[in-house]
């Protein structure tokens, strides 16, 4: 069973799919202490690495994009710049795709896209404050 | 075929009308992000004096409309793509630059700018006010959403904005109207050659790198004593309704139905209004005409064909009216955020839902509304399965075969009987088949990455008349033009080959004539169906549009073609096999009979290689498919 807080430097490596429990792996799990993890497939405890990992009204400050470039533009253009504090809002029947508030505006967008845009590890709430 | 090729070629080339010349008009360029209201700005400025097309060469909608001066002076307005920014990466990027620098052919370079800015949203838009300044055109910086701002404890100093970007500032409402005199002062100027540019007070960003310009908008902003407005309460509060985890779906299927109900159900009794007056005034010329070949032609020709068509504007006229109130009113990104995880499966995504509710009603203007579709890909597998969606045109043959093949009888309880069962199963063909097609697509020839699905949350408006009206006005009479071009070409050419060659003097028996030679010739290829030559003609006729079928059989049984006439039905009775009549159904659900679509896919594709692949899937698809229902039915599958 991988955390996303295991993943240390790369949660590149870390997609959502990979944190699916497979039947072999959750017999052995039992002997362990069960990690508690909420909707959104993170440990209850550890602090949000990705923007998929927020809950709805809870605060993070965006650190980087990690997707093409063409596509970092647009999301740039809509608001979801470095530095800029982001809220999860309501979302489609179904989890997905979620609204965001950033910068003035709303957009949704989905688990996806959210799962690559990485967040700071300790969230400080620096509104247009860009990285060089 | 060869004469509905050659309409459908005349239309398209009649779509652009020129440019009046006059001595060289005053040209100001409408820009602006999307969402900060430059329609609304556009259709205040000019109303009703506007017109649609495309920019030369590409796929962008071109608005151009004139704007009337106090005396007699005229500005051209041009309202451009909306954009967030300069940098060529699509489409409406590149033109928009290119009509802003003088690159754009057949484009005057603008002699001034109006940059419209969401003032609730300053801090993103006023990113877009660093390129458009730094191409030194005039250009007037527009405050939208006034009433908004300060509604919601915004505030900006226009004055000391307007010092530090070096352009003038107006704070306007364009719903309301209120400022919107300050935007005429502005071109009045611009027209006479007063206006002078002042050099802005901050440097503006030489590299168009979005964090770098953002920060300049921010401190800008600063200088500008911007406060941010509180959020939209209202807004987040119709929200947690439409986007409730239970209510928001119902609500979702309550307004999808609701507008199907209205579309077929409140538009039926103005449609067979309009089907009455068109067949007495039909009538009536007829009774003017002195009788001979001018009022056949007039009559059966011409009257019955325009009429064909002009009855569906009520059904496209209440469609624009209810997607007009569901955009304007930003109900249409939530419907779009709703439907995205379902059309996600097709391998669509939520913005293609719209188009392809509105290819109930006809697949013209929903392909028309997939220019929202940023995504290239997913816009052309949008554009190729609209025309699989039952469309009204479709009705008059389905009412007709079903009318005289299916006995009524209660199907699934007293509220179901089998009539409207089996005109439920067309819809669901339909249905079943654009789903299929576009998982066709999607996994091999539009294979993409799935791009990421970015939607900006408009908040709530309430629509106003005035754009909902213009709306109706625009896409109708787009609608009217191009349908009408096609129809009158195409029931002119079909009279006149049901009428030559001559005999004695006197037209020919209906099988005699070219249509009938036609007919026959295709007979051959559609026998497999369990169709026969008068069929054929009606098949043939129908390329050019599918509800043209029931008024050529009429033509051809010499009986008056409505989809209710007894005696219609009892001819399809004598003609068809229940197995012909269920292919037929079949041939209609699939095939792509319609010009105006083929025009239309042909004008927002670029080119003729979309269609002719889209006409010979969905043939093929329809030929092979009602082969295997006339084959089921014959051999007692059914049975």
């Not at chain 2, 090729?5 to 652009?16: E, K, L």
């Amino acid at each position: 069973m991988v955390g996303y807080n295991q993943c240390g430097t790369s949660p590149l490596a870390c997609s959502p799919e990979l944190d699916v429990l497979d039947k072999s792996s959750d017999t052995e799990s039992t002997m362990q202490v069960s990690v508690k993890k909420d909707a959104n497939g993170r440990n209850a405890a550890s602090p949000p690495t990705t923007l998929a990992q927020l809950r709805e009204g809870e605060a993070g400050t965006l650190d980087r994009l990690d997707v093409p470039e063409d596509v970092a533009r647009r999301l740039m253009e809509l608001g979801f710049l470095p530095g800029h504090t982001i809220v999860p809002a309501r979302s489609a029947p179904g989890g997905e795709p979620r609204v965001y508030r950033v910068d003035g505006s709303e957009v949704a967008l989905r688990r996806e896209t959210a799962s690559r845009l990485i967040l700071r590890a300790t969230p400080k709430p620096a509104i247009g404050a860009c990285k060089s | 075929m060869s004469d509905c090729h050659d309409c459908s070629s005349c239309a398209v080339a009649t779509a652009p009308p020129p440019v009046r010349a006059t001595a060289k008009p005053h040209v100001v360029a409408i820009i602006g992000p999307p969402n900060s209201g430059k329609s609304t700005l556009f259709n205040r400025l000019t109303g009703l004096r506007q017109k649609v097309a495309n920019f030369p060469g590409v796929t962008v909608e071109q608005r151009v409309g004139r704007a009337k001066m106090n005396g007699n002076r005229e500005v051209t307005l041009v309202d451009l793509p909306g954009v967030y920014s300069l940098n060529p990466r699509s489409e409406d990027e590149q033109v928009t630059r290119d009509v802003l620098t003088g690159q754009m052919q057949g484009v005057p370079k603008p002699d001034a700018v109006l940059l419209i800015l969401d003032s609730t949203n300053l801090g993103r838009h006023l990113v877009l006010a660093a390129p458009i300044l730094s191409l030194k055109l005039p250009t007037l910086v527009i405050l939208n959403m006034a009433d908004d701002l300060s509604n919601r404890g915004g505030k900006i100093d226009t004055g000391e904005l307007a010092s530090q970007l070096g352009a003038p500032v107006a704070l306007i409402s364009a719903a309301k109207g209120d400022g919107v005199e300050k935007v005429f002062q502005f071109m009045i100027g611009t027209s006479a050659g007063t206006a002078s540019l002042a050099p802005p007070k901050v440097e503006l960003p030489i590299l168009q790198d979005v964090p770098r310009c953002r920060q300049w908008a921010r401190d800008v902003g600063i200088g500008a004593a911007y406060e941010a407005p509180n959020p939209p309460l209202w807004t987040r509060r119709l929200d947690a309704i439409f986007l409730h985890p239970i209510f928001g779906p119902f609500i979702f299927l309550a307004v999808v139905a609701g507008v199907f109900q209205t579309i077929f159900r409140g538009a039926r009794p103005i449609m067979d209004g309009l089907q009455r007056l068109i067949t007495l005034s039909g009538h009536w010329i007829g009774n003017v005409l002195p009788a001979g070949v001018l009022r056949s032609l007039v009559v059966e020709g011409v009257w019955n064909g325009v009429g064909s068509v002009i009855v569906f504007l009520p059904q496209i006229l209440l469609l624009f009216l209810f997607i007009g109130i569901l955009e304007d009113s930003g109900y249409l990104a939530r419907a779009a955020l709703i439907a995205d995880r379902t059309m996600a499966k097709f391998g669509l995504q939520g913005k293609s839902f719209i188009p392809l509710l509105s290819a109930y009603a006809c697949a013209v203007p929903a392909i028309m509304a997939t220019r929202t579709i940023e995504n290239k890909r997913d816009r052309l597998a949008t554009i190729l399965i609209a025309p699989f969606m039952t469309c009204s045109a479709r009705l008059p043959i389905y009412f007709l075969i079903i009318a005289a093949f299916i006995k009524e009888r209660p199907f699934l309880g007293p509220l179901l009987g089998t009539q409207a069962a089996a005109l439920l199963g067309l819809y669901a063909l339909g249905f079943l088949a654009a789903i299929v097609t576009a998982r066709l697509l999607k996994s091999s020839i539009l294979k993409s990455e799935r791009t990421p699905f970015m939607l900006e949350m408009p908040p709530y408006r309430m629509p106003t008349l005035r754009s909902l009206g213009l709306r109706m006005y625009d896409r109708s009479k787009v609608f009217l033009h191009r349908a009408g071009t096609v129809i009158l070409v195409c029931a002119v050419v079909l009279w006149i080959l049901a009428h030559l060659p001559l005999q004695n003097g006197k037209p020919p028996d209906i099988s005699d004539s070219f249509a009938g030679m036609i007919g026959h010739a295709v007979e051959p290829v559609i026998k497999p169906l369990g169709f026969n030559w008068k069929i054929g003609i009606g098949l043939i006729s129908s390329i050019a549009a599918r509800e043209t079928i029931v008024a050529t059989l009429g033509t051809i049984y010499g009986i008056e073609g409505t989809e209710n006439s007894v005696g219609l039905q009892q001819a399809m009775q004598n003609e068809l096999t229940p197995g012909g009549a269920f292919a037929l159904l079949i041939f209609f659900a699939f095939a792509m009979q319609c010009m105006s679509t083929i025009a239309v896919v042909r004008r927002e594709t670029g080119g003729w290689k979309w269609p002719a692949v889209q006409f010979a899937y969905m043939t093929v698809v329809a030929y092979v498919c009602a082969m295997l229902a006339n084959v089921a039915v014959r051999s007692g599958i059914f049975t």
